[in-house]
């Protein structure tokens, strides 16, 4: 962990090692070369897993943009389709995708043919022979980039693991007479200025787990799960029904400690082990025992009714890269991913403005607490 040289007031982790720095710049030179971009993401934390930095990068660029919800055969089902109709409604690609198990394009078949029609009528036009569409995968960390490339190349082809941080550099895989694909390392946000982010991240392994406060993560997602209705396997169903309607308003460690107590995890026979009890969380929620959860909500779609009445609606979010860290009001800043030809005149990332995520802890329910 790299603390950063910023007077900008956060709420305190800053994670932008440098070799994540090298990756955004190393991907911005890639995305010259590419058609597409496959903008992966983790379908159970569809809002924390967006890097507005990258989106904004993307956006600037004009690529082409495709959002693939990954690993969704680990969110709730219904969940996600709502997700991919509200990116639908702000006219943005997206797919979901289960890159484990999984063979060939799948969902994402019809828009790589499309791509690559494209790309042959530009070189037909220029007199050039055919070639293989160019895909770039990026994203942020442990969201299944690799897997992704490994599915769409049929083989084993680029290292995964369960945890962030697994690719290191970009990596060109051609898989001839169908597609050239990068594997990119994840890219994360520069800054987490957000609990509720920060717990997302860590619930989905997308940073280390060593870096980050765990009993506060570990209450918080402990807490999370049981407004949702998903601790099967976590709390036994007195302590549940006694936390139940409290959940949302009682401080989260305290719901932690008792979690503790109920699995006899004490330091020195006599304080619970929080640190035990959030590794038992955030390891049961990773490893998909307490079933299918999406935690972040997908935002209403647009009223019409409403919109008529001129009420704020989500066609009138803020950029990507100013997106509120809310798991609601997060996916409502929505990126503008649609497809357009690629531009050179884009500044490099590093002279863009540093996205902090400061101002959007105070827009959330509870993530203005300052923490170091
Ligand atoms: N259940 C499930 N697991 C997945 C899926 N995609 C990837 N995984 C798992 O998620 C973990 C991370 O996958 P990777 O492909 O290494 O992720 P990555 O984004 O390349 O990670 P970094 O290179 O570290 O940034 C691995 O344990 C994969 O097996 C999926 O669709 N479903
Ligand atoms: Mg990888």
């Not at 690609?93 to 890159?99: K, L, N």
Request: hydrophobic letters at 40%; aromatic letters at 4%; glycine letters at 6%.
């Amino acid at each position: 962990m790299e603390e950063e040289n910023s007077s900008a007031p956060t709420l305190g982790y800053s994670w932008f090692p440098g070799h994540m720095r090298k990756a955004m710049r190393q991907l911005d030179e890639h995305l010259d070369l590419a058609d597409i971009v496959l903008l992966v993401m983790d379908a159970r934390i569809p809002a924390s897993s967006r890097q507005p930095e990258l989106e904004e990068m993307l956006k600037k660029r004009q690529k082409e943009t495709i959002i693939v919800l990954n690993k969704s055969d680990l969110a709730d089902e219904a969940e996600t389709k709502r997700w991919l109709a509200w990116f639908k409604a702000q006219n943005t690609a997206a797919v979901a995708m289960r890159s484990v198990n999984g063979k060939g394009a799948g969902p994402l078949e019809s828009a790589i043919a499309q791509v690559r029609r494209k790309v042959q009528e530009k070189r037909r036009a220029k007199g050039l022979r055919p070639r293989d569409p160019r895909l770039i995968v990026a994203g942020i960390p442990n969201v299944g980039k690799s897997s992704l490339l490994n599915r769409l190349a049929g083989s084993v082809r680029a290292k995964t693991g369960a945890r962030p941080g697994v690719t290191r550099g970009n990596q060109w895989v051609g898989v001839p007479g169908c597609w050239q694909i990068l594997d990119s390392p994840g890219i994360l946000y520069p800054r987490i200025d957000n609990e509720n982010i920060l717990t997302a991240l860590a619930a989905a392994s997308c940073v280390k787990h060593d870096a980050i406060p765990l009993e506060l993560v570990g209450a918080k997602l402990l807490q999370k799960l049981l407004i949702l209705g998903k601790t099967d396997g976590l709390l036994d169903e007195s302590l549940k029904k006694a936390r139940k309607e409290t959940a949302a308003s009682a401080p989260a460690e305290e719901l932690l400690a008792e979690f503790c107590r109920s699995k006899g995890f004490y330091l020195n026979g006599q304080e619970p082990d929080l640190i035990r009890g959030s590794r038992f969380v955030l390891k049961a929620f990773a490893q998909g025992e307490i079933g299918r959860v999406t935690l972040e909500k997908a935002p209403a779609l647009p009223d019409p009714a409403a919109s008529e009445a001129k009420t704020p609606d989500a066609s009138e979010a803020p950029p990507a890269a100013a997106a509120p860290a809310d798991s609601r009001t997060a996916a409502a800043a929505g990126s503008q991913t649609s497809a357009s030809a690629s531009s050179k005149t884009a500044p490099p990332p590093t002279a863009k403005r540093r996205t902090t995520l400061a101002s959007l802890a105070s827009r959330s329910s509870d993530g203005g607490r300052r923490r170091r």
